[in-house]
């Protein structure tokens, strides 16, 4: 009588496995808090801290002139929205030394003789001084200076000429800004820092998880067991996607009802996508985990080989086009440069698959391929 072969159950145990995941994860108290209460806390002090807006860039006036224009100058310069004058002074030197002392951003100078250059017609120069050790800050202070200080010229130069009869057409610019009106800054960064707080959780988390099963000797005693390698890995990653789809939910809770960020396309879209994204996480996460011997070794290399590399190169802190070309066609393999394409598209325009296809397609096809090695890598060190 011949004997029966067994069947293959390649998913025989993951129930199993998926409990016994959950179970520990549950009994580890330091791990819940910062699972679930470190990715709001991140968003809230990235939401407030990492905004690049310029609300008031501080002024220090050299008036040398003294004349009406001048005056008129420093009173512009003080009603401007992005600007206010914090001191008045006579000496440049003095001025100077408030910005070494960091009183203020940018001096602006008014020479003598700028006030009968304008009413003769004549052209006039006023210096800015700026601040360069923040390159943000002084490049929108200047802008904002040269603004003030050209509205003004012009509208002294129309008066002059409309007190002598002289009609002065105007062409008024109408800006129309799309997505993001107010053009808030906080608008743009913080799905961004929804990318970031994703990557870097369940890459971290599931490279630390995998090596301390391996530290305290429980994956070889799982490997023994019945429960097939594919089971076995499953089991140990889907709850690290149940872990990441929370997080998401909570950042997106506190994004569009505490910041309030608008979630203008698909929730659903949005977690698809989201979906796509955390198989690159996992897939790196894993990859650590082969190649780490320690919890320890494994955070510091998803940090230094993976996460920061990501951030540099996908467009989150340096745009992609200021870079050489070299680095930006290393960022096509980035698969963070797709998902803040993803993210900021579904909260700001509210596009769908339709203009997100070609992300969608490079996310899928880069996070199988990450996954794929990860997981034959994974398979080698059991076997």
Known sequence: MSRRRPRWRPLAGLPQMMRKEMLQLRQDRKMLPLTFVAPVLQLLVFGYAAVLDVTEARVAMVDRDRS??????AARLEAADNMTVTASVEDEREALRRIERGDNDLIVTVPRGYGRALVA????????????????AAGLGAAYAAAVVAQTASELAMARLASAGVSVPTVNVRPKVLYNPALIMRNFMVPAILALILVIFTSVLTA??????????????LIVTPISATALLLGKLLPFVLIGLIQSTLVVVVAT???EVPLRGS??????????????????GLFVSTISR???????????????????????????ENMPPFFQKVS???????????????FLKGVGIRELWFEATMLAAIGMLLFGGAVLRFRKRLD
């Open 68 to 73: 009406p224009a001048s005056r008129q100058l």
């Open 121 to 136: 017609g004549r052209s006039a120069t006023v210096h800015a001084t700026i601040d360069g050790s923040d390159a943000v």
């Open 208 to 221: 630390v998880a995998l090596v301390r099963e391996k530290e305290v000797g429980t994956l070889e005693q």
């Open 257 to 259: 009802w505490w910041f």
């Open 267 to 284: 929730l659903l879209l949005l977690y698809a996508l989201m979906s796509l994204f955390i198989l690159n996480t996992l897939a790196i």
């Open 294 to 320: 320690t919890q320890q070794q494994a955070m510091l290399t998803t940090i230094f080989f993976f996460l920061l590399p990501m951030m540099f190169l996908s467009g989150f802190v340096f745009p992609i």
């Open 332 to 346: 096509y393999i980035i698969p963070l440069r797709y998902f803040l394409t993803i993210v900021r598209g579904v």
